[in-house]
């Protein structure tokens, strides 16, 4: 059966490795963790060890960066080489640090329409029916049934780097009250809420016996009656916040130009399907919705004809998590909006 597949371009290919890369993914400003390394690859006699230390020497120096034919264009995005060369060129170089520190990395995802039956159950997917434990109840709050978004086989998303921020095993199962015709999110509201029920994920830690289930029978077309279900492909990146009030505060001297945007490319995932992890990239609001400091954006479903998704005015659906509870594995606290 067919399942949803990452980048066929290996970040991380010698044994070993992908603890040395989430290192230096985890903290993109620090050259010394870059040049470590740069060290353990020279020692395993991986030619992307020299060119990393002669990439971070030449930026150090001020000199333009090597070009680093023949090494994976997948491994520098996400090294963070790309976005130095773009920092390197524009009018911004003596800012790098700064706008290195606020680096994250995020996947940009894309849903393609697939027959229910070709997809594995437990399987990632967006739409369709969910998979969950035998015995298990159709989500339900005080409004109704919840529609199913998305299921994240998370052994798959664990090999990404931004992946490695959810837990190691299972299914991670998204729902949520939605009244298509009037707009409304439960009890009358006008986005998400997770009171009384309406937003909720579901992480299934034990998947060796799942079970596909039938939608309820008032689970209609204005509430998010389950359509034709969609696999999943995912390439990884490092994101950049929007140069927006929310982060000027972290921004500094580099940041009051907006036309620093267009150099940098700040918004890279603004014109993706999906995304998970990164920045919150909106359409109609001022600014980030971001509830506040210790939270962080979780996954970001668009409105999406494939999966007869659509948020307010085709916008996106922002779905966050406190930081500290992703640390823990806690899903029982979020929040959304769309914008």
């Known amino acids: 059966m067919a399942r949803s597949r990452?980048?066929?371009?290996?970040?991380?290919p010698l044994p070993g490795e992908t603890g040395m890369l989430s290192a230096v993914v985890q903290d993109p400003q620090d050259d010394h963790?870059?040049?470590?390394?740069?060290?353990?690859?020279?020692?395993?006699?991986?030619?992307?060890?020299?060119?990393?230390?002669?990439?971070?020497?030449?930026?150090?120096?001020?000199?333009?960066?090597?070009?680093g034919r023949g090494i994976s264009a997948g491994w520098q995005e996400m090294v963070g080489l790309s976005l130095l060369r773009r920092i390197c060129a524009s009018q911004f170089a003596e800012y790098r640090t700064t706008i290195m520190e606020l680096a994250r990395p995020a996947l940009a995802m894309t849903a393609k329409g697939c027959p229910?039956?070709?997809?594995?159950?437990?399987?990632?997917?967006?739409?369709?029916?969910?998979?969950?434990?035998p015995g298990s109840v159709w989500p339900r709050c005080e409004q109704g049934p919840l529609e199913f978004l998305a299921q994240l086989d998370l052994v798959e998303f664990h090999t990404t780097l931004a992946g490695r921020a959810l837990p190691p095993k299972g299914l991670l199962s998204f729902f949520m009250y939605h009244n298509y015709p009037e707009d409304e999110y439960g009890n009358g509201r006008e986005e998400p809420t997770v009171d009384k029920g309406g937003l909720r994920i579901i992480h299934t830690e034990d998947t060796s016996r799942l079970t596909r289930l039938a939608?309820?029978?008032?689970?209609?077309?204005?509430?998010?009656?389950?359509?034709?279900?969609?696999?999943?492909?995912?390439?990884?990146?490092?994101?950049?916040?929007?140069?927006?009030?929310?982060?000027?505060?972290?921004?500094?001297?580099?940041f009051p130009q907006l036309e620093m945007e267009?150099?940098?490319d700040f918004g890279r995932l603004r014109g993706a399907n999906h995304q998970l992890f990164g920045y919150a990239h909106v359409t109609v609001l001022v600014q980030d919705p971001i509830p506040g400091p210790d939270w962080q954006l979780l996954i970001r479903f668009s409105s999406d004809?494939?999966?007869?998704?659509?948020?307010?005015?085709?916008?996106?659906?922002?779905?966050?998590?406190?930081?500290?509870?992703?640390?823990?594995?806690?899903?029982d606290n979020t929040q959304a909006i769309d914008g």
Not at 6 to 12: I, R, S
Not at 41 to 65: I, N, S, T, Y
Not at 305 to 315: A, F, I, P, T
């Open 6 to 12: 990452k980048t066929t371009d290996p970040m991380a």
């Open 215 to 254: 939608a309820p029978d008032d689970l209609d077309e204005d509430l998010g009656q389950p359509k034709k279900p969609c696999q999943v492909k995912f390439v990884e990146l490092l994101d950049l916040p929007e140069p927006d009030d929310t982060w000027s505060d972290r921004y500094g001297a580099a």
């Open 116 to 133: 229910e039956s070709r997809i594995a159950t437990g399987a990632t997917k967006f739409g369709g029916l969910p998979d969950l434990p």
């Open 305 to 331: 004809d494939n999966l007869n998704w659509g948020w307010g005015d085709g916008h996106h659906l922002f779905w966050y998590i406190k930081t500290d509870d992703l640390k823990k594995g806690r899903f």
């Open 33 to 67: 963790v870059k040049l470590v390394y740069a060290d353990w690859l020279e020692e395993k006699g991986d030619p992307r060890g020299a060119f990393l230390r002669q990439f971070v020497h030449a930026v150090q120096m001020g000199k333009k960066p090597p070009a």
């Open 262 to 264: 267009d150099e940098l």
